[in-house]
């Protein structure tokens, strides 16, 4: 079982930071992550209202999610284990003229001083990416206020995952950079519920996002195969 000072892999953290310069290139290899973030955003949006709300963004990269969910409103604070990625979205503010939080930490360490702190709380494509994905979610549980909306989005394991997600995605329509995913790494969604179910969690919607090779386009859907989101919530307080 990993702590707050372990649950990370270095491994995956300099594959990122590697790519930390190139996030905001639309056209570059986070190309898939900009034809997402739409469809997630307004996803969150529609679940959690989340103007003037207190948003929490957990492995939050460059800064894609949290500038978009700053711009509907949201008060945003926004963490990522690489220093080189946190000052990439750090220097993005002085484009966007957005006023994000942003810091180094992990969620387990970040937990320790924001217990009940946020209204809504978001961990897109991460978990798939560290050592202990339950530990995350179990931080993430204890950063959202009671009565909070929580949101994860990760990729099923399977065959067909791998066949799309891993083979399609990385090596053929190069879709995102080769070695990106670990097909023994991914989460299936059974997988993901229990782990919610563990941390006090309730899970009030799976959504699919599907990608058509023909169109080039994304969309949201009920087929959770390959690419899912959840959407949770934390309990009220007794």
């Known amino acids: 079982m990993s702590n707050k000072h372990s649950n990370i892999d270095p491994a995956e953290i300099a594959r990122f930071s590697a790519l930390a310069n190139r996030w905001w290139d639309k056209q570059g290899d986070m190309k898939a992550l900009h034809d997402i973030n739409p469809l997630r955003a307004n996803y969150i949006d529609r679940q959690a209202r989340v103007a003037g709300k207190q948003l929490l963004d957990v492995g939050c990269g460059a800064g894609l999610l949290a500038e978009a969910m700053a711009q509907r409103g949201a008060s945003v604070s926004a963490i990522d284990a690489g220093a080189e990625i946190i000052e990439v979205a750090r220097l993005h503010l002085l484009e966007s ?58 990729i099923n394991r399977n065959a067909k995952a791998w066949a799309m997600a891993i083979v399609g995605a990385e090596y053929l329509l190069k879709l995102v950079p080769k070695g990106t995913h670990s097909y023994d790494r991914l989460i299936r969604p059974s997988e993901l519920a229990r782990w919610l179910r563990d941390a006090g969690l309730l899970v009030d919607e799976l959504c699919g996002l599907e990608y058509n090779p023909l169109t080039r386009q994304y969309r949201l859907s009920d087929n959770c195969d390959v690419n899912y989101m959840v959407c949770a919530r934390k309990p009220e307080a007794a």
């Open 97 to 154: 003229g957005l006023a994000i939080d942003y810091q180094q930490a992990t969620a387990e360490q970040y937990a320790d001083r924001h217990g009940d702190r946020f209204d809504v709380v978001t961990c897109m494509e991460m978990l798939e990416h560290v050592p202990d994905p339950a530990s995350v979610i179990r931080a993430c549980a204890s950063l959202c206020k009671p009565g909070g909306r929580l949101f994860f989005s990760t």
